[in-house]
């Protein structure tokens, strides 16, 4: 297992920026698939992007592509979320997940989340 920290949420004017970032603990970190979820209220909890262990794959859900990119640092165990072009419907907790494999990625270790909240 490896273990995750969020940080980099916070309070944001619609059309403006955040970088979310996902530390994992380990020496083993950079063979872990890595994938941003997002909770928003009301809702199920929800995939945003993940990214492949050297970061040569990446995808993106729908309503995130062309304004989020996610990428990382194998270096210093971090995965990140630039999240440009904010809309207040992405407002949510947003977490980080880490598994061998992309499908495995809903059963794999999870960290404790950071808020973001963008406001109108």
């Known amino acids: 297992q490896v273990q995750l920290v969020e940080s980099g949420g916070g309070l944001v004017q619609a059309g403006g920026s955040l970088r979310l970032s996902c530390v994992g603990s380990g020496r083993t970190f950079g063979s872990y698939v890595v994938g941003w979820f997002r909770q928003r209220p009301g809702s199920q909890r929800e995939f945003v992007a993940f990214?492949?262990?050297?970061?040569?794959?990446?995808y993106y859900e729908d309503y995130v592509r062309g304004r989020f990119t996610i990428s990382r640092d194998n270096a210093k165990n971090t995965v990140y979320l630039q999240m440009n072009s904010l809309k207040p419907e992405d407002t949510a907790i947003y977490y980080c997940?880490?598994?061998?494999?992309?499908?495995?990625?809903?059963?794999?270790?999870w960290g404790q989340g950071t808020q973001v909240t963008v406001s109108s």
């Open positions: 990214i492949s262990p050297n970061g040569d794959r990446i």
């Open positions: 997940a880490a598994d061998l494999e992309v499908s495995g990625l809903g059963d794999g270790s």
